[in-house]
């Protein structure tokens, strides 16, 4: 069964290994280069390192079945609008236009519009694999620790330790208000037609919200009543040593993000153009 929400998932890797600071590193490197690079050279490297992370990870498909379908939709929809409102975006972009064929009116599909979709689909499919890899492999009480350690308040480490927390609780108030509203009669399955789905779907969100701040008032009352923040510093329960290998990723991040760049920015551009004569 597909596990529709996304929380921590222990397992002994090599990726669950590394302290949380490594992999809060990795998940900002992979992000920023990946925002800013538009070099299609770069953007397929990381796509490999993104999988051979979630293969070392060993992670399964079917684990995260429910947010790949979500993925897969998001993308598709997003090329559709993309070439929707701006079609002659990706010739204006790479300054030539190779007509494929034409579709109706102003439509014609270029290729170096496809050129154009293909790498905006590529950095959401390069973030996808990393986002999973942080928030399925790391501890969120662990990941407090690691932060602690490298300096920051434990305030602030804790507050993340929540928020990674709330995630998956959030996602389940979710499906389980879903599954009341559909027991009312308010329908939300496959049979139902896409713009009533989106409709109906808004009616869990008021019962959400109630929900969620009913629990951040619960968790305040608890965290003041253990007199949280009183004192300077805390121990941790879960606290991780970084070891040569954390020292090695990060080293390895760090390098990434320069050659990147340095690949990225060569003719004086972020862009990749195929298409120059």
Aim: aromatic share 14%; charged share 15%.
């Amino acid at each position: 069964m597909a596990n529709k929400v996304l929380n921590y998932i222990p397992k002994d890797s090599f990726i669950h290994r590394l302290s949380g600071t490594t992999k809060l590193i990795i998940f900002l490197s992979f992000s920023f280069l990946c925002g800013l690079s538009f070099d299609t050279r770069v953007l397929l490297f990381l796509l490999f390192l993104s999988v051979l992370g979630f293969i070392l990870s060993k992670i399964k498909l079917k684990e995260i079945r429910f947010m790949s379908t979500f993925l897969v939709i998001f993308i598709v929809m997003n090329a559709i609008l993309l070439f929707l409102f701006n079609p002659e975006y990706g010739p204006n972009l790479y300054g030539s236009r190779t007509v494929l064929f034409h579709i109706a009116g102003k439509y014609y599909l270029t290729l170096e519009q496809l050129f154009y979709q293909f790498n905006v689909s590529l950095k959401y499919v390069i973030g996808f694999p990393i986002a999973i890899l942080f928030i399925s492999t790391t501890n969120p009480s662990e990941f407090a620790s690691s932060l602690s350690q490298i300096g920051v308040p434990y305030r602030i480490s804790y507050s993340v330790s929540l928020a990674l927390r709330y995630i998956p609780d959030i996602q389940q108030d979710y499906h389980e208000i879903a599954q009341c509203q559909e027991a009312r009669g308010v329908a939300l399955g496959k049979d139902v037609k896409f713009f009533e789905r989106i409709k109906n779907s808004v009616k869990i969100l008021l019962p959400l919200v109630l929900t969620s701040l009913n629990r951040i008032d619960e968790i305040s009352n608890s965290m003041q009543l253990r007199s949280f923040g009183k004192n300077k510093k805390r121990t941790w329960y879960m606290q991780k040593k970084m070891t040569i290998a954390d020292y090695s990723v990060i080293c390895f991040c760090i390098v990434l993000f320069i050659v990147g760049l340095i690949i990225t920015n060569q003719g004086g551009s972020n862009i990749y153009n195929p298409f120059v004569r």
